[in-house]
């Protein structure tokens, strides 16, 4: 081994998926025991580059990737994540993986049990062999110390709290003896503030004993503390590469979100006169998007745009209020009390939502357009109905149906074959369009379109944009748009909400810098510009 | 050649396979010297017997509850209509559908407790269903020989109590339907008024499909989520659909028994559920989609090959095989179903 | 401290819930059905020999979460075929008992391994996936032994074979090895007979599992069991390990049919297993067991309670309104319904479980002041 080489290094990675350039030309080095921060918007690679370390299928599935890796200044390239971890190298998720009813022990030593063999081993091969308890707890205890919390072995994963969950998942990579690189994604989100504490000194010393560790996180004041130096992707480029000592939490967030070329806001500040939308005290419990205590107004023919790093609650927002999930607290539409947890309640009373999820919630993907586009307003509004053998019962109105969707085909450019082909074989800039046009034949006097432009193309994107600023400007709609991308809400928005960890971090008018949103992101105020 | 196989992929091999026995045991009858007219009205009497319990998988289908297995349910709401019209001595026509009106409000409450239950075991429906069906089977086996019935015609002679096994509908509404518009060709008989009933009842359903109700009970079908977002009670609808799926067994049995000429009380329709499942699933039913064209198809075609295959099958290789191949058709049908990876689900 | 206590008590209850039934309903007939508690005794004694190591085979699939076995009359199949085979070749005793287990152990494996792969591909459906794969094999079953058999699989004895030549009667005579293992070591306790043999070789069957659940193996099965996901992740072949419960069973239960029919001595050549298939699966439930969670406890006492409430119910039936008929459609009615209960209540308990997640979460929220 040459003892010069780093530990891990990286080498003109890039990738695509289908001709969508996601990683261009990424090179960085990893020493011995160094612990490297990795911070960027969503979709600015983060994933993807850890995919491609780890040799996820679905990176081959999409056509491998260009560049090289070294590890130990070895060329390597996994073709599965098992090859990875044989090699060293260690990932901790941000969902948990681990089984409810085994214990910690068993969990850190799933797959890798200590074993003793029996007579029926040579009959029937190494699975038939016993399981060594006792070594088994020997050997979990040695990785829990590694990690330096408190964890008893014996602990059902069940009856744990969720901090020590997380303990028990990095203790399961520490246990594995060539561990030399561990990557940590988010570890510290689900965690208590002593908790994260805890960890983040076992991660100071796991790195005096030469594990390299690659953190990524959002929260700047964990990584500016324990890094040693501090990577920032920004649309699969490098933009910044320092040493810690050498950056600060205002020159990273810039790095995170500024762009080479400042999108032109739409420059006219609207006035607003009344308010439209009241929300006060809103907790949403969605999974992953969980929102905490989050009050704000919005002003009628306003579009108001909410932002934030994905997993902080951004998304729960108009699944809660469209009782998608369940929440509480109060809102209140015109003057009128919404009762939450209904969705038809919340359709009921002038709201419509596009979900971010086109191909579960926002969908019939079995169905033809004309259905999808219909079916709403045809539920909550008795659009579409005619009346039939003398008013007795009240049936589809098929030509109704067809003609509006093709009215709506036409107008939204839609690419299909007809308002008869079904919604799984458009692709995903149309089936949005479809979701809109869904949308806009109720009517809403209140709009929440959630990731419109998700994976969608860039043609697409404009159309749809251009639709949404069309709808607010001559039907007079309020519209509240909840994207990852900063760069479309300034673009569209009046005002624009931060949301970080369940809570707004700030409202800002879009024509503030990008650099202002971005240190709300980071969960530092621009005003005081220390942490929160 | 991909012609041929886009063909073959869309109707699927198992599916293929039963057409093409059917054609085939068509074609082999003549030398067989099985009469095709005798056949041919047989396979349609059938048809018309079974139909509409095949069309009481659609509904449960459509709101996504999956296969009714639990179809003995609507069975057994049938036959207390018609054990108690018979007990109030009700003759003639006129006694069908009295039947039909008196297991009408069993079968709806019935449907609503069986509906309900299965929405509170979303997933798991099917295997539940199966033994919801068998429960009340043998429930049911305990009440025929407990409930105060005391018509002649229904209970066992020598003891006064209990219904018998088996209960003949002649005299009161045997062929109520059948007769009406009959025509006689030779050996060809064709059951008109019986066809054009099972015809009025999937009109029924299929115009309940294009109202409202019905349009949403298929988007719950098609995707909860969706159906839910857009402001429909998802629970309500599936206990429709059940509720529906119940009425159409008790009518269907009706049916069924009133061209068969015997009520079959006790373990009767015990296995009832199994044939009709895989008769729609041969008529191109998915677990989540079926259409009345699937009902018409499938029940043509599995009638078609239980009819003609003891007739030619014995004649030719002298092995009564029918029942065996039967067991084999129909649950391979099921069993292929169950396996088939959902379409749509990436 | 009291509302724990309330807790413990109601969740007790819940998780036996069929069980207490049982014995409620055991406790109401017993009296009516005027049985002594001698002949009883006897009968729990023949039904536990007769029924255990069937009810026993069920256990390893539902350790790896593939729910009910339904599939298990594929290995009571296999065994019957065995049975057929000696009783043709005239081989009897212990020796006829084993070479019929041998036998059914290649066919064991071979349908066990078909009916293993296809429950791979109807992940969340297995037990009406394999239920229904029962009763097709039960037509293919038909196919052999009573079109295939005596025409063209060879069979000698006219004894066994219908008057027409081929297909194998509806009854098949075991005289040969009638009672061969449970008269092996009869030890008599009053007027009860033991067969302690037949009990060892259920005992082995016990430590077998026991030990099973210790192996790397059964580790890995309860690992799948828990979550598949996440089985994988960690470098478990779920598929093969899954296919391996299913053989492990299939020939467990092969063996199960062979050890049940020596002691009735009379094989019901095309229902036998159909009725051991339910009976087997009603017994774990009624001892406590559900979908995802079975001891051998659980498998003994179902098999001491299903059965007594067999034996009893159509005297107290005949004694109670003057109808043994009664008393048999209740005893239906009650197997039937205890596995619908039992389905029930694990549904109906997972999907608390997942709302249950959902409050705690909410629970956990803060609360706006």
Redo the contacts between chains.
């Keep these: 081994m040459d003892n010069n080489s780093p530990l891990l290094e990286m080498k003109n990675i890039s990738k695509d998926f289908f001709g969508n350039s996601v990683l261009k030309d990424v090179s960085f080095k990893l020493e011995k025991g160094e612990i490297l921060g990795l911070v960027g918007e969503n979709g600015a690679g983060k994933t993807t580059l850890m995919k491609i370390l780890f040799g996820m299928t679905v990176i081959r599935d999409t056509g491998g990737y260009s560049g090289e890796i070294f590890l130990d200044g070895k060329p390597v390239s996994y073709k599965t994540p098992?090859e990875a971890l044989d090699d060293g190298i260690g990932m901790v998720h941000q969902e948990f993986?681990?089984?409810?009813?085994?214990t910690a022990a068993?969990n850190i030593l799933?797959?890798r049990?200590s074993?003793k063999d029996n007579f029926?081993t040579e009959l029937f091969g190494?699975?038939?062999?016993?399981?060594d308890r006792k070594d088994m707890r020997k050997r979990a205890l040695k990785a829990i110390g590694k990690v330096g919390v408190q964890l008893h072995e014996d602990m059902l994963i069940s009856d744990m709290p969720v901090g020590h969950k997380q303990f028990t998942e990095i203790a399961r990579e520490l246990e594995k003896d060539n561990i030399k690189l561990l990557v940590l994604d988010e570890p510290t989100a689900v965690l208590t503030e002593s908790e994260a504490e805890i960890l983040l000194n076992s991660m100071k010393k796991l790195s005096r004993e030469g594990i390299s560790i690659i953190f990524i996180s959002h929260r700047l004041r964990e990584i500016i503390n324990i890094t040693d130096k501090i990577l920032v992707l920004r649309d699969g480029k490098i933009i910044q590469e320092k040493p810690t000592l050498s950056t600060n939490i205002t020159e990273i967030a810039e790095a995170m979100v500024g762009r080479e070329l400042e999108v032109s806001t739409r420059g006219d500040a609207r006035v607003f006169d009344k308010t439209f939308l009241s929300i006060r005290?809103l907790?949403v419990?969605m999974?992953g998007e969980?929102v905490?205590?989050v009050s704000f107004d919005v002003n009628q023919g306003e579009i108001f745009g909410i932002g934030g790093l994905a997993g902080q609650g951004k998304l729960g927002i108009p699944n809660g209020i469209?009782g998608?999930f369940?929440g509480?607290?109060e809102v209140i539409l015109d003057g009128k009390k919404i009762s939450l947890n209904s969705?038809?309640k919340?359709?009921?009373s002038g709201m419509a939502?596009v979900?971010e999820d086109r191909r579960?919630?926002?969908?019939?993907?079995?169905?033809p357009l004309d259905?999808n586009i219909s079916?709403?307003a045809?539920?909550?509004q008795?659009k579409f109905?005619k009346p039939?053998f003398g008013n007795l019962?009240?049936?589809?109105d098929e030509k109704a149906i067809q003609e509006a969707a093709q009215g709506y085909i036409d107008s939204l450019e839609i690419k299909c074959t007809g308002y008869s082909q079904k919604a799984?074989e458009l692709s995903g800039g149309n089936q949005q369009k479809i979701c809109l046009a869904k949308a806009f034949i109720v009517e809403p006097r209140l709009l929440f379109v959630s990731e419109p432009t998700r994976g969608i193309d860039v043609g697409a994107k404009k159309i749809v944009l251009d639709t949404l600023i069309k709808n607010n400007r001559e039907k007079g709609t309020t519209i509240i748009m909840i994207s990852s991308e900063l760069e479309e809400l300034r673009s569209v928005c009046d005002r624009i909400a931060i949301i970080d960890e369940g809570k707004i971090a700030g409202i800002l008018p879009a024509t503030r810098p990008a650099a202002e949103f971005g240190l709300l992101m980071l969960g530092t105020s621009p005003v005081t510009g220390g942490a929160v | 050649m991909t012609f041929l196989n886009r063909i073959i992929e869309k109707t699927g091999w198992p599916r293929l396979i039963i057409a093409l026995f059917l054609l085939s045991l068509f074609i082999m009858a003549p030398f067989a010297e099985v009469k095709i007219g005798t056949s041919l009205s047989d396979t349609l009497i059938r048809f018309g017997m079974n139909g509409i319990m095949v069309l009481a998988m659609v509904p449960m289908i459509h709101s996504g509850c999956g296969l009714n297995f639990g179809l003995p349910l609507g069975i057994i709401a049938g036959l207390l209509g018609a054990t108690i019209t018979i007990e109030l001595g009700a003759t003639g026509t006129s006694s069908f559908f009295i039947a039909l009106l008196l297991a009408t409000p069993f079968a709806l409450v019935f449907g609503w407790g069986y509906g309900n239950l299965l929405n509170r075991v979303k997933g798991n429906e099917m295997m539940i269903a199966t033994y919801v069906g068998f429960s009340s089977v043998a429930f049911m086996c305990m009440m025929w020989l407990l409930l105060p019935f005391s018509s002649p015609t229904m209970v066992w002679g020598y003891e006064g109590v209990g219904l018998r096994t088996t209960i003949s509908v002649e005299g009161f509404y045997l062929h109520a339907l059948s007769n009406i518009f009959a025509v006689r060709i030779g050996t060809f008989l064709l059951p008109t008024g019986m066809l054009l009933f099972m015809g009025f009842i999937c009109f029924l359903v299929w115009a309940f499909l294009h109202t409202k109700t019905g349009t949403a009970m298929t988007a719950v079908g098609s995707n909860p989520v969706f159906a839910r977002a857009s402001g429909v009670n998802i629970d309500r609808m599936r206990t429709i659909s059940v509720m529906l799926s119940t009425w159409l067994g008790a009518v269907g049995i009706i049916v069924y028994q009133q061209s068969f000429g015997f009520i079959q009380l006790y373990m009767g329709p015990f296995y009832m559920a199994f044939p009709a499942v895989a008769a729609i699933l041969i008529g191109g039913a998915s677990v989540n989609k079926a259409s009345i064209m699937n009902v018409l198809i499938g029940a043509f075609l599995f009638q078609g090959i239980l009819t003609m295959t003891p007739s030619v099958m014995n004649s030719i290789i002298q092995m009564d095989m029918s029942e065996v191949i039967r067991i084999i058709v129909s649950n391979g049908m099921i069993l292929y179903a169950l396996t088939r990876v959902k379409k749509g689900a990436h | 401290m009291l509302k724990k206590d309330k807790d413990n008590v109601i969740k007790f209850l819940e998780t036996n819930l069929v069980p207490i039934l049982f014995v409620i309903i055991i406790a109401f007939a017993l009296p009516l059905s005027g049985f002594s508690i001698r002949y009883l005794f006897n009968e729990i004694i023949v039904r536990l020999v007769r029924n255990l190591f069937l009810v026993l085979a069920l256990l390893l699939p539902i350790m790896a979460g593939m729910g009910l076995n339904f599939g298990m009359v594929l290995g009571a199949m296999a065994g019957e075929i065995g049975l057929i085979f000696i009783t043709d070749w005239n081989i009897t005793g212990l020796n006829g008992l084993f070479l019929a287990m041998i036998l059914s152990i290649p066919l064991s494996v071979l349908l066990g391994w078909m009916c293993g792969k296809i429950l791979n591909r109807a992940k969340g459906r297995e037990m009406v996936t394999s239920y229904i794969l029962g009763f097709f094999m039960n037509g293919v079953y038909q196919l052999v032994v009573l079109y295939g058999m005596g025409s063209i699989i060879p069979i000698a004895s006219d004894s066994i074979v219908l008057s027409r030549g081929y297909g194998i009667r509806n009854a098949v005579n075991l005289t040969g090895i009638r009672q061969s293992l449970d008269r092996l070591l009869p030890v008599k306790i009053g007027t009860t007979l033991i067969p302690v043999a037949t009990f060892a070789l259920i005992a082995i069957l016990c430590l077998f599992i026991i030990w099973f659940r210790k192996t790397k193996l059964g580790h890995d099965m309860r690992a799948i069991g828990q979550d598949m996901a996440v089985a994988e992740a960690s470098g478990i072949d779920v598929a093969k390990t899954r296919i391996i419960s299913i053989i492990i069973s299939t020939v467990l239960a092969g063996f199960g049919m062979v050890i049940y029919l020596q002691n009735i001595g009379t094989m019901n050549t095309y229902n036998s297993h159909e009725q051991v298939g339910m009976f087997s699966i009603a017994a774990l439930l009624v001892g406590g067991a559900s979908v995802n969670r079975a001891k051998i406890g659980n498998a003994i006492l179902g098999v001491v309670l299903f059965h007594l409430m067999f034996v009893i119910s159509p005297m107290a039936g005949k004694n109670l309104i003057g109808q043994a008929q009664l008393g048999e459609y209740f005893r239906v009615f009650v197997s039937y319904g205890v596995i619908s209960i039992s389905l029930v209540l694990y549904a109906i308990r997972k999907q608390r479980d997942r709302t249950r997640a959902g409050i705690a979460l909410a629970d956990a929220q803060e609360v706006p002041e």
């Design positions: 098992f993986s681990l089984l409810p009813g085994f068993e799933l797959n049990e074993t029926m190494d699975r038939m062999k016993n399981l005290k907790w419990n999974p969980t905490r205590n469209m998608l369940p509480g607290g969705p038809r919340a359709l009921d939502f979900s579960d919630v926002g969908l019939l993907l079995d169905e259905w079916f709403t045809m539920q909550v008795n109905l039939m019962v009240k049936w589809r799984q």
